[in-house]
């Protein structure tokens, strides 16, 4: 399985970007789709996930600002970030959960938010 992030770069506080993670290869089954963030110096964290029957989890940081949907029909996730702040920096990771307990990993993008 091969996971192809896009949508990350440059903004100032206040504006918005759209994050897409394509899954590709081998997939028997997609279940769980999500995001995760991690900034220098500090844990990857959970951004948000959605589950294959829709439940959606966001991490405290981010409720309220950013969205999580995903097409299954296409195997891609989608993180829309609205009002973004300087912390939210961070190298973004798409996260695929398939089959009987696998998982892949995005090579990871970046986003920058300056004040």
């Known amino acids: 399985v091969q996971l192809v992030e896009s949508g990350g770069g440059l903004v100032q506080a206040g504006a918005s970007l759209t994050l897409s993670c394509a899954a590709s290869?081998?997939?028997?089954?997609?279940?769980?789709m999500g995001w995760y963030r991690q900034a220098p110096g500090k844990q990857r964290e959970l951004v948000a996930d959605?589950?294959?029957?829709?439940?959606?989890t966001y991490g405290d940081p981010v409720k309220g600002r950013f969205t999580i949907s995903r097409d299954n029909a296409k195997n891609t996730v989608y993180l829309q970030m609205n009002s973004l702040k300087p912390e939210d920096t961070a190298v973004y990771y798409c996260?695929?959960?398939?089959?009987?307990?696998?998982?892949?990993w995005g090579q990871g993008t970046q986003v920058t938010v300056s004040s």
């Open positions: 996260n695929v959960e398939y089959g009987l307990g696998s998982d892949a």
């Open positions: 290869g081998s997939i028997f089954r997609i279940n769980g």
């Open positions: 959605i589950s294959s029957s829709g439940r959606i």
